[in-house]
């Protein structure tokens, strides 16, 4: 079993950046850790992808609404993965999770194991 722990999120004013990372543990493997990515949930709202990465980071994906200000990217030998968020904006407002599997579906469609997130707040 894979453990995901996030960590990074705090408050910030709009304009500004934050970099979240997400630690795994337990059972890393570059097969268990093939795909990763991040999604937010808004207050309200259903948990919704933002990003995902593949194991040798060739293969990027992004959300619409993050896509130039969002940047994914992992650090294998550590387990890490990184969101780098600029230009942030209040609606970027929820709490993040880390989601990793064995392959880019499994982890996209909600599927992979996850972390317990971390908040971010956005003030305007």
Known sequence: QVHLVESGGGLV???????????????????SLYAMGW?????????????IINWTGSITSYADS???????????????????????????TAVYYCSAGSDLALVSTRRGSWGQGTRVTVSS
């Open 13 to 31: 004013q709009a304009g500004g950046s934050l970099r979240l990372s997400c630690a795994a543990s337990g059972r890393t493997s570059s097969t």
């Open 39 to 51: 999604f937010r949930q808004a207050p309200g709202k259903e948990r919704e992808f933002v990003a």
């Open 66 to 92: 993050v896509k130039g200000r969002f940047t994914i990217s992992r650090d294998n030998a550590k387990n890490l993965v990184y969101l780098q968020m600029n230009s942030l904006k209040p609606e970027d």
